[in-house]
């Protein structure tokens, strides 16, 4: 991927080591209906009518990642430490992916994140992202061994999180949790064609955030602290 908010064809910075890839074209065609399943009907009488390029990655994430992906998510001018700064909450960024078979560079342009479901439980430790993804437009690159369109990037040798490492607070107090899901959603509003093949602007149409945990239940504490207590 390359650098959150980066213009246009810019180089990518970052490699991402991921559990499933699941973004492609999604190209979109229409057939006429007065010669379907006729006498006249030819193979290519499809028209290509939009292109929708988007789709969602898995991934457990190390903490530089985070750093990077926290801002595609999120938003906000810097994550040093992982805590969201003010800022724009959906800029664009890139994407990438390399076909060594083909020797092909797939490239994404002008992306903003439209969810993101971060989740982990104590039987299940590693800490998951499915972060999806919506783009303007994708192009196929011929070469991929010209670092200019496929740069040579290495992995983090951080360790991924891990879920022990996980803190939940309510009024400033820890809570004993056995899972969490937390699901980030952007509103994006993605289907602006305005009479061209690719989406225009994707504008944000909110924030929205849903967080589930199983937690024991304290009455003398919990009922206090999430405004639950009864006479």
């Known amino acids: 991927m390359a650098d959150y908010g980066s213009a246009l064809d810019a180089a990518f910075t970052r490699r991402l080591a991921l559990v499933s890839h699941n973004i492609r074209g999604n190209t979109q065609t229409v057939v006429d209906d007065g010669i379907a399943d006729g006498l006249w009907e030819q ?26 992906i926290c801002m595609c998510i999120f938003g906000g001018a810097a994550f040093s430490t992982n805590v969201k700064l003010p800022g724009s909450i959906c800029d664009y960024l890139q994407w990438g992916h390399a076909d060594p078979f083909g020797n092909k560079v797939y490239r994404y342009d002008n992306g903003v994140t439209t969810t993101a479901v971060f989740s982990a439980s ?15 437009s994708r192009q196929i690159i011929a070469d991929m061994t010209d670092t200019d369109n496929w740069p040579v990037l290495t992995l983090s040798n951080q360790q991924p999180f891990v879920f022990r490492q996980g803190l939940l607070k309510f009024a400033s107090t820890s809570v004993k949790m056995k899972d969490f899901n937390l699901t980030v959603d952007n509103l994006i509003q993605a289907d602006d064609f305005f009479k061209s093949l690719t989406r225009g602007e994707m504008p944000q149409g909110g924030q929205q955030f849903t967080l589930t945990h199983s937690s024991p239940w304290d009455v003398g504490t919990e009922a206090d602290r999430i405004g639950t207590a009864q006479d």
């Open 43 to 68: 193979e290519g009488n499809e028209q290509i009518s939009q292109e929708r390029p988007g789709g969602s990655v898995t991934l457990n994430p190390r903490a530089a990642d985070l750093q990077a």
């Open 122 to 136: 104590d039987t299940s430790t590693l800490l998951n992202l499915v972060w999806s993804v919506e783009f303007q």
